[in-house]
């Protein structure tokens, strides 16, 4: 690994260990979300590591950004999901985008100043994307939003929504996309989801009620949403898998640090065959899919995105994430299952990784997809 590499590791473990660890398991329990730990992310460099230097990203890889994201979610989940989704928001307007809408929006959710938010899901539409009802209709110089997104991470703190919403027939063609603000007229927040998990990330439903936005907010043209949508789930599926891949591998890290410690018939139960067998599986599963990760990584920053490795990696790593959480409650026995140690929180997050930027379903029919297109 680069000295680089090493020195993102090395900022992103002083961070996580002396500002989130300390409050992580309260915030948890109280559903707090703090903004400042996200400024704080974004002053340290880390929340527009992939937007281009001249709006004021860090111009890296995806790489890098696992590597980020790998190490924050050791210590919180929902953090990490925060800056992935705000950093996939600041892809699509780049590359979608008008330079002053690049100019005007870019900028703050690079630097930490504001967070962005994707809105696709609404209650009839979920892995049916292209089936949304949400409506935008022209009306003289802005166009007129009706219609509600649900499950929107970041909802009520973020500043920037992407929104999808139809503006001609049914089907994907129908769809476009639109930069909606916080504070917009007839913009307003449904209820605050009770999750089992990522518990300090809020997730809010978004309501429009002739909500009027600008024509010049727009992203690209007319008919062309579901293409601005679409054009970032190989980046999302990669960073959701780094992001398993950091939370199994700090619950495999808590269950061989509690096993050393923890003494039973007189020695520690590490040296029962039995928990070894377990651990070893344990680090195997995590390892295998850290590499598939960064396989999808490395292709995406080399030019030669591959939508067949992004989804096996996506549902690798969720899939390790959850199984490996599983166990390292069991390896912990009975404080596995308290508040005393996190593994019981990191088994609630793993879950809906499996879930998110595409059910682990859904990764199934795209990679076999991809294997009826090469083997016909």
Do not use: H
């Not at 707090?32 to 996200?38: A, E, L």
């Not at 210590?75 to 990490?80: E, I, N, T």
């Not at 009770?194 to 008919?223: Q, Y």
């Not at 003494?263 to 928990?275: M, R």
């Amino acid at each position: 690994m680069s000295d680089f590499k090493d020195e993102i590791i090395k900022e992103v473990r002083k961070f996580r260990q002396s500002v989130i660890d300390p409050i992580i398991e309260e915030d948890d329990e109280n559903e707090k979300f703090r903004m400042d730990i996200f400024t704080k992310l974004g002053e340290l460099g880390f929340t527009g590591m992939t937007t281009d230097e001249q709006y004021e990203g860090a111009g890296l890889g995806y790489t890098d950004f696992c590597i980020f994201l790998e190490e924050l979610s050791k210590s919180s989940v929902p953090y990490a999901v925060t800056v992935s989704v705000s950093s996939m928001v600041q892809s699509i307007i780049q590359k979608f985008g008008s330079e002053d809408q690049k100019q005007t929006y870019l900028p703050p959710m690079a630097k930490g100043e504001e967070i962005g938010a994707f809105a696709l899901t609404e209650s009839s539409s979920g892995s049916d994307a292209t089936s949304l009802k949400t409506t935008a209709v022209v009306k003289g110089d802005c166009y007129i939003l009706n219609g509600s997104k649900l499950w929107i991470t970041s909802g009520g703190v973020a500043k920037t929504y992407l929104v999808m919403a139809r503006t001609g027939g049914t089907g994907a063609g129908g769809v476009s996309a639109f930069i909606v603000r916080d504070g917009d007229p007839g913009f307003e927040y449904g209820k605050a989801e009770k999750k089992m998990g990522w518990r300090t990330s809020p997730t809010r439903e978004l309501l429009f009620k002739n909500c009027k936005i600008p024509k010049d907010r727009i992203l690209g043209e007319e008919g062309k949403g579901i293409n601005a949508a679409f054009s970032g789930l190989d980046a999302g599926r990669i960073t959701i898998g780094a992001i398993s891949v950091g939370l199994a591998q700090r619950a495999l890290e808590e269950s061989v640090k509690y096993s050393l410690s923890r003494e039973q018939f007189g020695e520690s139960i590490f040296n029962f065959q039995g928990l070894q067998f377990m651990m070893s599986e344990m680090e195997v599963e995590t390892t295998c899919a850290r590499l598939c990760v960064y396989e999808a990584a490395r292709l995406l920053d080399a030019g030669t995105p591959n939508s067949k490795i992004s989804s096996i990696s996506k549902l690798k790593a969720s899939d390790v994430a959850m199984k490996v959480s599983t166990d390292a409650v069991q390896v912990l026995g009975g404080v596995g299952y308290t508040k005393e140690y996190p593994t019981e929180r990191l088994m609630r997050d793993a879950k809906v990784l499996q879930i998110v930027e595409g059910t682990n379903q859904i990764q199934k029919l795209v990679i076999a997809r991809s294997m009826k297109s090469e083997y016909n």
